[in-house]
Nanobody
Framework: QVVLVESGGGLVQAGDSLRLSCAAS????????MAWFRQGSGKAREFVVI????????SYAGAVKGRFTISRDNAKNTVSLQMNSLKPDDTAVYYC???????????????WGQGTQVTVSS
C-alpha cells in the first residue's frame, strides 16, 4: 500500500510560481510511474504530467508544457511539480498519483494523494 501526501499549494497571482511536492511511503517508490493530475471546480480530472520510474522520461499536457516541470527523487521518495507563469485556468486541486503503466488516464493509476489546492487570481 502506497501512501502519497501532497504539499505546496496555495493562493498566488497570475504569473507567479509554485512548487508542489508529493512524498510517498509504504511501497517501492522507484517501481511506480508517477503523475500529477488536476481537477477544477465542476470539471473532470485531467492529466497534467507523467514521469517514468527513473525520471528520465516525461510527458506533459499541452496546456502546461513549457511552464510546468516534473522531477522525482527516488532516494527521497518524492516527486515535485514546479509551476511557473501560472494562469487563472490552472486553478484546481492537484493530485499526485502512482501507477504501473504510462497511461495518462486517471483510471489507470492505483494510488492517490489527498490533493492540494492551487488558486491563481487574475
Amino acid at each position: 500500500q502506497v501512501v502519497l501526501v501532497e504539499s505546496g499549494g496555495g493562493l498566488v497571482q497570475a504569473g507567479d510560481s509554485l512548487r508542489l511536492s508529493c512524498a510517498a511511503s509504504g511501497g517501492t517508490f522507484n517501481s511506480y510511474v508517477m503523475a500529477w493530475f488536476r481537477q477544477g471546480s465542476g470539471k473532470a480530472r485531467e492529466f497534467v504530467v507523467i514521469v517514468s520510474r527513473s525520471g528520465a522520461s516525461t510527458s506533459y499536457a499541452g496546456a502546461v508544457k513549457g511552464r510546468f516541470t516534473i522531477s522525482r527523487d527516488n532516494a527521497k521518495n518524492t516527486v515535485s511539480l514546479q509551476m511557473n507563469s501560472l494562469k487563472p485556468d490552472d486553478t484546481a486541486v492537484y493530485y499526485c498519483a502512482a501507477g504501473s503503466s504510462t497511461s495518462t488516464n486517471f483510471q489507470d493509476f492505483d494510488y492517490w494523494g489527498q490533493g492540494t489546492q492551487v488558486t491563481v487570481s487574475s
